[in-house]
């Protein structure tokens, strides 16, 4: 067991880059399902400190989908259950939100839009705590890291950094190929009892057509064989309920629990 001490921010400014990501990030790449996040969200799920203790670890199993864990050290010391492997946010996660959400703010961090020459270095700090944590975590297959890999090989192709993209995004992949992210798992059981509600169902699906588009425009743009072949996969698509109340509704706050 390995414990890393992960930097946040504090909780201002957590809410702050959290209103701007779902107000500018979500809609263009809806990776996270936001409902079932903002609920974590306001059930005390996110961690406000300062500095975070990660523990990771990892667990044998009959399953491979709940046999690698990476927690923040405030779990429960219940037994895993299937299906069941984020109580709270992953501070990997949230960085990585950060890291994509900072630079749609000039007010944040005191970092102001550099002159044509030069690059806008805002929320590097937090891709930089991110992928120091990511190495001490990846050998751990979870579906928040394939998320923050890919929030992370989104922010790559924003500044232009393509090849380091197209490096985060084929991680992303093969992590979901192993968490089983290719196939349709609506019929998965254990012991009688459904492997992934259906918010989690829809999660993986989110991830998974992720991983597809993103594929396809980066090994596009890179001139490079995609890792993903359209035989190679059934899993259904997202549902779009979510997809519409994008553009119907606002974040509602607090974001923090009364």
Same mark, same amino acid.
């Given at each position: 067991?390995e414990?890393?001490?992960v ?5 201002a ?19 996270l ?6 609920e ?5 799920c ?12 990892s ?7 709940v046999?690698r ?10 037994? +895993? @259950?299937?299906? $069941? ?7 990997l ?5 950060? /890291?994509v959400?900072? !630079? ?16 806008w ?5 937090y ?18 890291t ?5 929030l992370m ?8 950094a393509?090849?380091q993209a197209?490096?985060y ?5 093969r ?13 998965w059981?254990?012991?009688g ?7 989690? +169902? @829809?999660?993986? $699906?989110?991830?998974w057509?992720?991983?597809v588009i993103?594929?396809k425009?980066v090994? /596009?743009?890179?001139? !490079?064989?995609l890792?993903?072949s359209?035989?190679e996969?059934d899993t259904?698509?997202?549902s779009?309920?979510e997809?519409?109340?994008?553009f119907s ?10």
């Amino acid at each position: 067991m390995e414990e890393v001490r992960v930097k946040l921010p504090d909780a201002a400014t957590q809410e702050e880059l959290l209103e701007i990501y779902f107000a500018y990030v979500h809609p263009a790449l809806p990776v996270l399902h936001k409902q079932s996040f903002l609920e974590e969200l306001r059930n005390g799920c996110v961690v406000y400190l300062p500095i975070v203790p990660v523990m990771c670890q990892s667990f044998s199993s009959r399953s491979r989908h709940v046999s690698r864990g990476c927690s923040n050290g405030f779990d429960s010391h219940s037994p +895993l @259950q299937f299906g $069941r492997s984020r109580p709270h946010i992953s501070p990997l996660l949230l960085l990585a939100m950060f /890291s994509v959400a900072a !630079r749609y703010t000039s007010t944040h961090d005191n970092d102001r839009p550099p002159s044509e020459s030069t690059m806008w270095p805002a929320g590097d700090a937090y891709l930089a705590e991110a992928k120091r944590l990511l190495d001490s975590s990846y050998a751990s297959s979870r579906s928040a890291t394939c998320q923050a890999l890919l929030l992370m090989g989104y922010r790559e192709i924003g500044i232009g950094a393509m090849a380091q993209a197209w490096l985060y995004v084929g991680m992303a992949i093969r992590m979901a190929q192993d968490l089983g992210m290719h196939k349709n798992a609506d019929q998965w059981t254990h012991d009688g009892t459904s492997l992934f509600t259906s918010v989690e +169902l @829809q999660e993986r $699906r989110r991830i998974w057509y992720t991983c597809v588009i993103m594929d396809k425009y980066v090994s /596009s743009y890179m001139g !490079r064989p995609l890792s993903i072949s359209d035989r190679e996969f059934d899993t259904e698509l997202p549902s779009i309920d979510e997809v519409c109340l994008l553009f119907s509704c606002q974040l509602c706050l607090p974001l923090t629990p009364a």
